[in-house]
């Protein structure tokens, strides 16, 4: 699953399983915190190789997609890169 930002960046099948499982099953033009995906597949799969910013890109690529509206909020997304940059 490649995405629009950077066609090179591929996700694994955990990462797109876990996607489209936060996606499916909302109603088309529902709107979504893309924000809120990527705190929980993090939180889920601390091992996740892709940074917070790429997966809000493939979790609002996926959404658009599936016909919702994704909303990101980047002090999320900036909060979970400083917590993993600590661990790391």
């Known amino acids: ?26 109603r088309r033009g529902s709107v979504v ?4 995906v990527v705190r929980d597949l993090l939180e889920a ?3 996740c190789e892709l940074p917070p910013e790429q997966l809000a890109k493939l979790v609002s690529e996926a959404a658009m997609l599936l016909g919702l509206i994704p909303v990101i909020d ?5 909060r979970k890169r400083r917590s993993i940059s600590a661990l790391g």
């Open 45 to 47: 799969s601390p091992d």
């Open 1 to 26: 699953m490649g995405n629009f930002a950077d066609p090179s960046v591929e996700a694994g099948s955990t990462v797109r399983t876990f996607i489209l499982g936060k996606l499916t099953g909302l």
């Open 74 to 78: 980047p002090a999320v997304i900036a």
């Open 33 to 36: 915190s893309a924000s809120a």
